[in-house]
């Protein structure tokens, strides 16, 4: 790669950041659609967040992406934030441009391509989602869903409480005509499920989401009973570290089809790289296999 005075410049933030694979990932489509530019980790302690980003912004960088602790901040900082990005609580995609910020949340895109990519015959216009976890994870699919039209939702967690929350939360946004909902009807309700109904909530459902840290490297494990699962349904867990998680590898002894979370961090990146470096990006086999070879 050979980088000269016109170099376009964009780069990921977060705290810590050596774990991403953004770098290697965005570096992939520069080098290969030759483009003159860097994507660099820039690790930021959340007390200079701010004056970091007015930084990068006065020095011509392009943008960033945004990744933990800063979402939230990010949604604050920005001059303008789109209505995606405020149904979901989080910025992970800011665009500089004219002296301004401009903020998105590709999250619920990256969950969305990822399904459409890598799952066979999902209608999302007739599926019932069952959604476990209720943290901000939970809430960027759930938003993604209703976008795409999904029949049903049934959300569970381990404290209701939380699961409530959200349920209300997202439910105010469509009554107050917030955000851009193409396909999400009033009397297509998110229902919050007890956890002790977990197994037994599965039957019927066309999609098994996982957005919970249960069955992550060094987290304790996910008590799930997949006999209830319809075989034609399709299982994903949004993380990548395993890939392939105990929830997956489960699902797929017994038939089920399943998806990755990897698909979900390389279709997210997409949007932001156009927006950056002008070139539209393709998420190929090759690509993967190179982010996974770090």
Known sequence: MILTGKARLAGVVGWPISHSKS???HG???????IDGAYLPLAIDPVHFEETLRGLKNAGFQGVNVTVPHKEAALKFCDEVDPLARRIGAVNTIVFKNGRSFGSNTDAFGFIENLRQNSTHLDFGTAKVVVLGAGGAARGVIVALQDAGVSEVLLVNRT??????????LSTDLSSGQGSVQNWSQNRKIQVCEWEKRNEILSGADLLVNTTSLGMAGQPPLELDLSALPLNAVVTD?????LITPLLEMARSRGNQIVDGLGMLLHQARPGFQAWFGEKPEVTPELREFVLDA
């Open 23 to 25: 770098p290697r990932l």
């Open 160 to 169: 209701k409480s939380r699961s409530e929350a959200l349920a209300d939360d």
């Open 238 to 242: 949004i993380v990548y570290a395993p």
């Open 28 to 34: 992939y489509w520069l080098e290969n659609l030759s």
